[in-house]
């Protein structure tokens, strides 16, 4: 065995130095997956898992000089939030959120892209709608939130949404096209609530809210 041929022998195992450098490639590894966790959870509402609001303005300003071109955008919220909040408790409120996020799942298109601003708004982007496309897309998640309950709530509590929606004009800017959105919504519920108001882009819309706290 003396005269084992090299191949054999137990001998050549990694240096300190070998070892060193592994545990420091790992590592490396490891620091940049838990970066790209924190990145993600930076971008991601936890409750609901849709993308927050700076999601949603990374995402409006892609899509504003991509290929698919933003032309519509929607302004959503719950009606009687508070009030489920504080009749049935948090909980009550949290599974109406989820269910509300679940109805957008099922009835909005693949290209679509709705994020949760806060509480109980949130933010839709339709790419390559038009104003009239996109009030009919809308429109039919208002309708099924109403028709389909969720079987995690007490029955008593039936859900609608107030919905705002406008169209992106040839030389709008984004905090133009945010703010007409802000007020269809805003229509929407002085309205009576559960609606959907559209205001189409013209040049009789007020200024606007800087693009840094128009949502």
Same mark, same amino acid.
């Given at each position: ?9 137990? &001998? ?6 070998? !070892? *060193? ?58 009606? &009687? ?8 408790? &948090? #909980? #009550? ?20 892209? !709705? ?47 107030? !919905?705002?929606?406008?169209?992106? *004009? ?17 229509? #929407? ?27």
């Amino acid at each position: 065995k003396r005269n084992e041929p090299a191949l054999y022998r137990v &001998h050549d195992r990694p240096s300190d130095d070998h !070892i *060193s450098a592994l545990r420091s490639v790992l590592s490396q590894a490891e620091i940049q997956r838990q970066r790209d966790e924190l990145e993600t959870l930076a971008r991601r509402d936890p409750l609901t898992g849709l993308g927050n609001r700076r999601a949603l303005f990374e995402t409006f300003g892609a899509q504003q000089s991509g290929a698919q071109r933003l032309t519509g955008l929607v302004m959503l919220d719950l009606d &009687h939030f508070k009030q489920i909040n504080d009749r049935f408790g &948090h #909980a #009550a409120g949290d599974r109406a959120l989820e269910h509300f996020v679940d109805t957008c799942r099922a009835e909005l298109r693949g290209t679509d892209a !709705i994020g949760r601003l806060g509480g109980e708004e949130f933010g839709l982007l339709l790419p390559a709608t038009n104003l009239e496309g996109g009030r009919e897309v809308v429109e039919r998640l208002r309708l099924r939130l109403k028709a389909v309950p969720s079987p995690k709530l007490p029955p008593s509590v039936g859900l609608s949404v107030s !919905i705002g929606i406008t169209e992106l *004009s040839a030389d709008d800017l984004p905090e133009r096209i945010m703010s007409r959105a802000d007020m269809a919504l805003y229509a #929407a519920k002085t309205g009576g609530r559960d609606r959907t108001e559209a205001l189409p882009p013209d040049d009789t819309a007020p200024p606007a809210r800087t693009v840094a706290n128009a949502w």
